[in-house]
């Protein structure tokens, strides 16, 4: 990681203030000045580092860096650095993070090339970026961003504090609640995949996409990543989730609260996806499965149509996803088979 100061870095703060913001316990030079943060192999003078575990502290402490958030595992410990004191140090850290990397601030307004519909509504410290296009009954509440080339289409309700990058995308009658983030060239509400064939002809038709897309509070989405309205109900994203980018979520998902789903993911149609659940890369689900609180699914797993994985904690792998531990016992035997040949 590299040393995350930039000319958006705010000045320098003590300690004490950092470890105040975090709510960590402060042991040592609460007047000791950082300016930024870093991993401990990048660290100089006036970065913060963490550290996870006590067998990486005596490397942190010998860094450059100036203070250390490390786990109670450090108290005690001699250090000529201060040590600001968590249960959870990852998270620790990434809280001090906004301390010296606050958002850009934007002057907000809208901008002369946008195209506002005027029966759009937009609430107070509204931003509206160059060449954004706001369709007809548009709502968009305080404190909203929204980036350059961004095409909201009509009847949207965006909710406050939201962050729309770049050159996104959302189709008529998608809901976002508050303080959605979603980054450059994703496409929300588009169509979902659903065709009939005659049998006469042999021809596909389309099937109806008439249904909705929510998208609750907290919720991230990443670039490049597509959403599929529902088909004739709804397609939902639970408060809190997080999907990387290049992710795939077909129509009639309903995915649960805190859900996280890395890239190159894919989602067919109606899977239900419940609150915890883990999906690693390129995961492959057929339509109408269901994984279930607190499934763990390792990079590039697959979930046959209609199956159901459930164990709340229990991590699978494979295709056909199976536990870890009964998918490692059968690439073993395979292994050993293919000695005996």
Not at 61 to 85: D, E, R
Not at 175 to 195: E, K, M, N, W
Not at 232 to 242: A, D, M, S, Y
């Amino acid at each position: 990681m590299e040393r995350l100061v930039t000319e958006r870095s705010v000045a320098d703060r003590s300690a004490k203030e950092v470890a105040d913001f975090v709510h960590a316990r402060l042991v040592g030079d609460g007047e000791v000045r950082l300016k930024g943060i870093a991993s401990v192999a990048s660290a100089l003078p006036g970065d913060l580092v963490f550290v996870e575990d006590e067998k990486h502290l005596a490397q942190a402490l010998q860094s450059k860096a100036s203070a250390v958030i490390a786990g109670q595992f450090a108290a005690g410990k001699p250090s000529a650095k201060p040590l600001l004191l968590h249960a959870q140090p990852r998270l620790g850290f990434a809280r001090a993070a906004q301390l010296f990397n606050p958002p850009v601030e934007l002057k907000p307004g809208i901008h002369p090339s946008a195209v506002v519909h005027p029966s759009a509504k937009t609430g107070n410290a509204v931003t509206v970026a160059e060449r954004v296009v706001i369709g007809e009954g548009v709502q968009i509440g305080d404190g909203t961003r929204i980036g350059a080339g961004s095409v909201i289409g009509a009847n949207i309700i965006v909710g406050r504090d939201c962050e729309l990058y770049p050159n996104v995308t959302i189709y008529p009658g998608v809901r976002l609640g508050d303080r959605v983030i979603v980054h450059s060239g994703a496409v929300l509400g588009s169509d979902g995949f659903g065709y009939v064939r005659d049998a006469a002809t042999g021809k596909y038709e389309k099937f109806p996409q008439t249904g909705r897309l929510e998208i609750e509070d907290d919720v991230e989405i990443g670039a490049n990543s597509t959403i599929d309205r529902g088909a004739l109900e709804v397609t939902r994203i639970g408060r809190g989730t997080k999907i990387d980018n290049l992710v795939h979520v077909g129509h009639n998902c309903l995915i649960g609260e805190d859900v996280v789903i890395a890239a190159q993911t894919g989602l067919s149609g109606s899977i239900t996806i419940e609150k915890n659940v883990v999906l690693g890369g390129q995961v492959g689900i057929g339509e109408h499965a269901r994984i279930e609180e607190g499934v763990m699914l390792g990079g590039q797993g697959g979930v046959l149509p209609g199956k159901v994985l459930r164990g709340n904690g229990v991590a699978f792998w494979g295709t056909p996803a199976k536990p870890v531990r009964e998918y490692l016992k059968q690439l073993a035997a395979l292994a050993r088979l293919a000695k005996k040949e």
